[in-house]
């Protein structure tokens, strides 16, 4: 089974509108944390927002949020008043803990969405 | 604070060649982790370094290794070059812990021909 599940291929926005990001995530683990990055096509991946498992408020950062439902298992990216900047591809990732922190360097990845920002 | 480096950018190799990957992680940072990105398979864990110790292995043969250097530097060595190999190599550093955010340097974009 996929550990990290980005259902959107592709997305489409237009400027200053938000869009909504979709990824679901497996895991038996209690203790978890979620990542979401942003790859242009220079191919650098950029960290964007970080969400533990623990956390009981939604993550934020700038025009970023990640909208957590633990039960669910999802962690939508929310992009708000998107800008011609943001048309890459967005990654979901997890990173899994374990009582001995050996997996702490691993993270899972989904798939990927590619979104594009139309003006 | 510098950004993690990846050297070189780009490399093109023959098949059955031997290539060296190069990484500088953040300063303070011990944790060096690799991963391989191809259209096909998409973002795939190689291995990870923790003061100089491979801390996880991902699903690679063993003609992929690596190594971490007391200065926290890791490099990445691909043996016996297969055209399958051709990827963008990514490299992330992060402090210790299950928390901590991992930041990716620019990658090394490797072409076997």
């Known amino acids: 089974a996929q550990k990290i599940t980005q259902t959107q291929p592709g997305m489409f926005v237009q400027e200053k509108e938000a869009v909504t990001l979709d990824c679901t995530y497996d895991?038996?683990?209690?203790?978890?944390?979620l990542f979401w990055y942003k790859q242009p096509s220079s191919g650098e991946m950029i960290f964007l927002i970080y969400q533990g498992s623990y956390d009981e408020q939604n993550a934020t950062e700038g025009r970023y949020s990640l909208n957590f439902q633990k039960a669910r298992k999802s962690a939508n990216l929310v992009i708000s008043a998107s800008q011609l900047g943001d048309s890459a591809m967005y990654f979901c990732a997890m990173r899994e803990g374990n009582a001995g922190g050996t997996s702490y360097g691993k993270l899972t990845f989904g798939q990927g969405t590619i979104l594009t920002v139309h003006p | 604070k510098a950004g993690v480096t990846q050297t070189p950018r780009y490399l093109i190799k023959t098949r059955g060649q031997q290539v060296t990957l190069s990484c500088s992680p953040i300063s303070g940072h011990r944790s060096v982790s690799w991963y391989q990105q191809t259209p096909g398979q998409g973002l795939q864990f190689l291995f990870e370094?923790?003061?100089?110790?491979?801390?996880n292995k991902g699903n690679f043969p063993g003609r992929f290794s690596g190594r971490q250097f007391s200065n926290s530097r890791s490099e990445m060595n691909v043996s016996t070059l297969e055209l399958g190999d051709s990827a963008l190599y990514l490299c992330a550093s992060s402090l210790a812990g299950l928390q901590e955010t991992q930041y990716f340097g620019p990658g090394t974009r490797l072409l076997v021909l």
């Open positions: 895991t038996s683990d209690q203790s978890y944390g």
């Open positions: 370094y923790f003061s100089e110790t491979q801390r």
